[in-house]
């Protein structure tokens, strides 16, 4: 039955496209609809309350709480990749090279947001793939999981690590997230990097995010993809937090306020030196602190 013009009705995010979103209401309709308000603070994943307008329209009035919220941030201003993802899946390939940096800051946006992170290598295929393995072993022993993959061939081993969850995908263009999503819902048919070479439009690029549903507990959030991650929202608390290994040493500084970066007798600093802690972490974690705002 359908609800009556005017009363306000449940729904989810499915697709977000600048100001204007689709919303999936119970029995699966979609609709298109604007916020009321100027400013758009809502993003694939988010539960809202909507009022229809017209037939296939309507307009957001709501938003429900949210359980986690995976977003980035500049000087300028926030940009929510997804809410309510349960994970955060970090696409990374064997080829071309990813930003390490990239991937140890979605972590930390993982970690800060509330969800849990699994890391993807793709392109396991490719002769470099043992390398990347290897480099990728300082965040398996965090605890992270690590799933290689061959995403042109199957997507077998990541399967059981969306199931009933809900999931986003991040990560650079051309590490294969829109080869992923093809392979779980060949029906989404999500242009990828041949598609669009072949119609020679250059946008292969999604532009927006997307929800796709792989049952009625599990789905995949495909998000654009990104060069940069900013966490301008973060204290350093937060940042201290989001490093698992540094744990036993946090308070064991000489500086009670020590920020990690080259202040004396540092306990992070002789931690990584000791080999307790990796180098190139240390290094991701000095350049999101030294881009923090100073609050002092
Ligand atoms: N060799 C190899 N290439 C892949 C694999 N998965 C994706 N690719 C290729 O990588 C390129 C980028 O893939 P695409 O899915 O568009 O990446 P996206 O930008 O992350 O969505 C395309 O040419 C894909 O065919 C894989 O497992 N092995
Ligand atoms: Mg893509
Ligand atoms: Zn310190």
């Not at 603070?41 to 986690?68: F, H, K, M, W, Y």
């Not at 990347?132 to 199957?154: F, I, Q, S, W």
């Not at 294969?176 to 250059?202: C, Y």
Request: proline share 5%; charged share 20%; net charge positive.
């Amino acid at each position: 039955m359908a609800t009556a013009r005017g009363a306000s009705e449940p729904g989810t995010i499915v697709a977000a496209h600048g100001r204007r979103y689709v919303i999936e209401v119970a029995g699966g309709e979609r609709l298109d609809c604007v916020p009321r308000g100027k400013r758009s603070e809502v993003a694939c994943g988010d539960r809202v309350g909507i009022r229809r307008t017209a037939a296939n329209q309507g307009v957001i009035e709501t938003l429900a709480p949210r359980s986690s919220l995976f977003y980035r941030s500049d000087a300028f201003r926030q940009k929510i990749v997804a809410a309510n993802v349960s994970q955060v899946v970090v696409v990374l390939a064997t080829s071309p090279t990813f930003y390490e940096e990239l991937l140890n800051r979605c972590l930390v946006a993982a970690e800060c947001g509330g969800a849990r992170a699994v890391i993807v290598l793709n392109k396991c295929d490719l002769p470099t793939a043992s390398q990347a393995l290897d480099d990728l072993g300082v965040y398996a022993a965090l605890g992270y999981p690590v799933v290689p993959l061959r995403a042109r061939e199957h997507v077998n081993e990541l399967v059981p690590w969306l199931a009933g969850q809900t999931s986003v995908l991040v990560g650079q263009s051309g590490m294969g997230k829109s080869t992923i999503i093809n392979m779980l819902l060949p029906e989404a048919r999500v242009p990828t990097a041949e598609v669009s070479s072949a119609l020679d439009s250059g946008r292969h690029t999604t532009t927006h995010a997307t929800l796709h549903r792989l049952a009625p507990d599990t789905s995949v959030i495909d998000s654009p993809g990104m060069q940069e991650f900013g966490l301008h929202h973060l204290r350093q608390t937060d940042v201290d937090a989001a490093f698992p290994e540094f744990r036993p040493f946090i308070g064991r500084c000489r500086f009670a306020n020590c920020r990690h970066l080259q202040e004396p007798d540092c306990a992070i600093d002789a931690a990584t030196a000791s080999g307790h802690v990796a180098r190139r972490r240390l290094a991701a974690y000095r350049s999101i602190v030294r881009d923090l705002p100073r609050v002092s």
